[in-house]
């Protein structure tokens, strides 16, 4: 079975909150007014945001206006990539697909982005952008998300099987895989282009073939799966891609503080699910 990408046009259209959000992410000069007036017009997106801004992860002050929460808590670039991962992440409902774990896929794409970011902040490279890291590692499984909303009952065949990768089983089903299929709708969405170029490569290319950004989001995935399934790390038994090089110690402390809030990103992943 091979997806078509014509079956894209079949997924729901975007909202308004979807549309200007994106107008907002591309523009760099974006008014945080207009912006919390767009999250204030969505209730269930709005009661996200201020539900994140008043996790543990962020402290315990308590937040009720959504401006605050922009300025004060998650700061303007990171809320516009949190929002556009939630307000993207709402197209698809995936309930007919079973085995498709929502507070898994929130759980590992918030965690993605942080250590996506903490890792590309840690290394200061200057062609290497921290919230081009973020948005990367926040969108980086949306395909998934499409995939069980579009072919239901293959996914769950899919998301059961563990003896390849999932990408390899994907492939071997529908003749793509999900990294492939998100780059083609995000594309047409007018998502920012380096969030699509690291899909292509996701989905084409071996880690150590890809940027340097590929590489830090490959890595923030892997580890951020392992964080969520409360496995052991050892940074030893682990090849860094070649950005990385040298840069266990910084790899090691990012880990640590990773594992330390595994209960609040649980608690930020079910807000969203």
């Known amino acids: 079975m091979t997806v078509c990408i014509n079956e894209l046009k079949e997924l729901p259209p975007l909202s308004s909150s979807a549309r200007d959000v994106l107008k907002i992410i591309r523009d760099d000069d974006a008014d945080i007014g207009f912006f919390s007036q767009i999250i204030e017009r969505d209730p269930a997106l709005l009661s996200r945001i201020i539900g994140l801004a008043n996790s543990a992860y962020y402290g315990t002050r308590a937040v009720t206006n959504v401006q605050r929460a922009i300025i004060d808590v998650l700061g303007f670039r990171t809320a516009k990539n949190v929002v556009l991962g939630v307000v993207l992440g ?3 409902n995936p309930k007919q697909c079973q085995p498709f774990d929502l507070p898994r896929y929130w759980f590992v794409s ?9 890792i590309t902040t840690g290394l200061k490279v200057p062609s290497l952008d921290a919230n081009d890291a973020y948005l990367s590692g926040m969108l980086n499984e949306i395909g998934l998300m499409a995939l069980a909303y579009l072919h239901p009952d293959e996914m769950g065949r899919i998301l059961i099987e563990d003896e390849i990768s999932i990408e390899d089983r994907e492939n071997k089903f529908f003749g793509q895989n999900h990294y492939d299929i998100s780059a083609h709708f995000l594309h047409d969405w007018q ?5 699509t170029d690291v899909m292509l490569e996701s989905s084409h290319n071996s880690p150590r073939e890809c940027s ?7 890595l923030a995935h892997t580890l951020a799966s392992i964080i969520y399934s409360l496995e052991t790390i050892d940074i030893n038994e682990i090849t860094l891609p070649e950005v990385l090089a040298g840069q266990s110690q910084l790899i090691d402390s990012i880990i640590e503080k990773a594992n330390g809030q595994v209960d609040t990103y649980r608690e930020m992943a079910d807000l969203l699910s």
């Not at 918030?110 to 903490?118: I, P, V």
């Open 212 to 218: 340097h950004l590929c590489q830090i989001i490959f």
């Open 90 to 92: 709402g197209i698809f």
């Open 191 to 195: 998502v920012p282009e380096v969030v």
């Open 110 to 118: 918030l965690m993605t982005a942080t250590l996506a970011r903490e």
